[in-house]
C-alpha cells in the first residue's frame, strides 16, 4: 500500500491508480464475464466513482484492451529476454517455461479474460493481441526447433500444446504453489520436447 514519509496511507498516483483499476477489472472480468460487469461496478471495486473512471480510460472496453494488449506485450518483451539472456537453447528453454509458468500461477485472471473475453475487443485491439501472440509463438518456436530439431510446424504445435497445460491454472492449480509449478513445469517440458519424436 503506498505510504507517506509519516507512515499513512496515501492515495495512489494516477499510474497507480490505473493499474490497480486494470488488476480489479482482471478479477471481475474473469468471475462476471466483460459484459457482465459495468463501470460503476469497475469504479466501486478501485475506489473511484464510476464517471471518475473515465479519467484513465475512455471506456470499459478501452480498459479490456488495455489488459489484454498490456499482457501481451509483457509476454514478448519478457520471453525475448530470456532466450537473448540464455547461454544455449536448452537453458532458453527452461527460462521461457519458468518465465511462462509463474505467469500462469500469478494471473488466472488474466487467462480466464483472454479466453473467454477477446473477443469483445474491438476489431484492431483484436488483430493487435493476435499479432503479439503470434510473435510470443515464434519465440518459443525457434528455441524448440533447435533444441529438439524437428521442424517448425511441429514447433508451433508442441508450443501451443504447452501453452494449453501452462494456462490451465484457472483450473488446475490445486496444489501448493511450489508443487503446482513444477508439475506445470515438467508437463510443459515434456510436451515440447514431443516434437523431436517421430
Known amino acids: 500500500m503506498p505510504t507517506t514519509t509519516a507512515g499513512r496511507a496515501s492515495a495512489p498516483g494516477r499510474a497507480g ?8 477489472a482482471a478479477r471481475l472480468f474473469a468471475s462476471r464475464g466483460f459484459h457482465g460487469v459495468s463501470v460503476d461496478d469497475l469504479g466501486a471495486a478501485a475506489g473511484v466513482t464510476g464517471p471518475a473512471l473515465y479519467r ?8 479490456l484492451a488495455e489488459l489484454l494488449i498490456g ?20 537453458q532458453a528453454l ?5 518465465f511462462h509458468v ?13 479466453e473467454r473475453d477477446l473477443a469483445s475487443l474491438p476489431p484492431a485491439s483484436r488483430r ?8 510470443y509463438v515464434s519465440v518459443w518456436a525457434e528455441v524448440v526447433e533447435a533444441v529438439c530439431g524437428c521442424p517448425r510446424d511441429r514447433a ?35 510436451a515440447l520436447r514431443a516434437a523431436g519424436r517421430s
Do not use: C, W, Y
Not at 491508480?17 to 480489479?24: A, G, K, N, S
Not at 509463474?102 to 483472454?114: G, H, S, Y
Not at 493487435?128 to 510473435?135: D, G, K, S, T, Y
Open 56 to 63: 484513465h480510460f475512455r471506456s470499459k472496453e478501452d480498459i
Open 94 to 98: 527452461a527460462r521461457l517455461v519458468e
Open 102 to 114: 509463474r505467469f500462469a500461477l500469478d494471473e488466472p485472471d488474466v487467462i480466464t479474460v483472454q
Open 17 to 24: 491508480r490505473r493499474q490497480l483499476i486494470l488488476e480489479h
Open 156 to 190: 508451433v504445435a508442441a508450443a501451443h500444446a504447452a501453452f494449453g497445460l501452462m494456462n490451465s491454472t484457472p483450473h488446475s492449480a490445486r496444489l501448493p504453489r511450489s508443487e503446482m509449478a513444477a508439475l506445470l513445469s515438467a508437463m510443459a517440458d515434456a
Open 128 to 135: 493487435e493481441v493476435r499479432a503479439l501472440q503470434h510473435e
Open 71 to 90: 499482457v501481451s506485450r509483457r509476454l514478448l518483451a519478457g520471453g525475448r529476454a530470456r532466450v537473448t539472456e540464455a547461454a544455449d537453447p536448452e
